[in-house]
């Protein structure tokens, strides 16, 4: 009688990153996508409808007339804001040189300065505002997207992105907090609307998103598409925006609306950072970490 032994082959033994992998370039894919619809979103209800236009334009002329009591707003009125994007420019060289990373230098560096160019594009020769007929003054050139609250974001990205991955959902979250100022002080301020900082901070999500998918996807990391995180990446950066047009919509006085325009400036331009958080997490825009990564997968 023949007796056959079949050889056994042990599994191969593979690192748990790989077993729980999932691709996040969708989830990049997906929150840039988000965050372009929900500025979309952002311009068609508040400077294209004359309901939005109106109820924004009240702030404004609140903000005129508010005087001292947005004291608090002051120091945005003397920051020179060429010399403070220099500066970061100049401090996220030298994180990179002394992280000895230029590549991910030269990353932050675009992602610090491809928003801002393309939001001046947007606002300069692409949007713009109907006029409303105001009588009492307000100025009817496009504002949206707001350049100060879009230098602010692109300030954050690209420091959270030069800084050792370890640490950039905190100094997300902490940047974020002065994001929220500067929203607020342009609007206490009277130098935007609210749906200019919000804006900002969408179109500076969205670049972020995307130029992080470029990345991701020359990097693969994994091939399952998890469908909550895309689903929230399309669907949750809408959500300021509706809660800010419903919102201020409601305000039945010109003071109300004022305080009530500062409030959701603040909190929306902090919700866009922490939805900014996720998908950005793990993202390794320094390829010298990425390759480290794909030598502990094998």
Do not use: I, M, Y
């Given at each position: 009688m023949a007796v056959t032994i079949s050889e056994t082959r042990p599994a191969p033994?593979?690192?748990?990153?790989?077993t729980q992998a999932v691709?996040?370039?969708a989830v990049l894919a997906a929150s840039a996508a988000g965050f372009?619809?929900?500025f979309v979103a952002a311009y068609v209800l508040f400077v294209r409808t004359?309901?939005?236009?109106?109820?924004?334009?009240?702030?404004v002329r609140s903000a005129q007339s508010?005087?001292?009591?947005v004291d608090w707003a002051g120091p945005l009125r003397q920051a020179d804001q060429v010399v403070l994007l220099g500066g970061v420019a100049v401090l996220v060289v030298v994180i990179a040189l002394v992280r000895r990373r230029f590549a991910l230098g030269v990353t932050a560096l675009f992602l610090l300065t491809a928003p801002l160019v393309v939001a001046q594009l947007l606002k300069l020769y692409v949007l713009d505002r109907p006029s409303t007929g105001d009588r009492f003054g307000v100025a009817a050139h496009n504002s949206f997207p707001s350049g100060h609250v879009s230098a602010a974001m692109a300030v954050l990205v690209a420091l959270a992105i030069v800084l050792p991955r370890r640490y950039r959902p905190q100094a997300l979250v902490l940047g974020g907090v002065g994001v929220a100022w500067v929203s607020a002080a342009t609007v206490a301020l009277g130098w935007h609307r609210l749906s200019d900082?919000?804006?900002?901070?969408l179109l500076v999500a969205a670049v972020t998103c995307a130029g992080a998918a470029v990345v991701s996807a020359r990097r693969p990391d994994g091939d399952r598409v998890p469908p909550v995180p895309v689903l929230c990446g399309l669907l949750a950066p809408v959500a300021p925006v509706l809660v800010g047009y419903l919102v201020l919509g409601t305000a039945t006085s010109g003071a109300a609306q004022f305080v009530a325009a500062m409030v959701l400036a603040a909190l929306s331009a902090l919700a866009v950072v922490v939805l900014l958080v996720g998908p950005l997490?793990?993202?390794?825009?320094?390829p010298a970490e990425a390759r480290v990564r794909r030598l502990l997968r094998r």
């Open positions: 033994v593979r690192h748990p990153l790989v691709s996040r370039t372009a619809f929900a004359e309901a939005g236009r109106s109820v924004e334009n009240g702030v508010a005087g001292t009591t900082t919000v804006g900002g901070c997490r793990r993202v390794a825009f320094d």
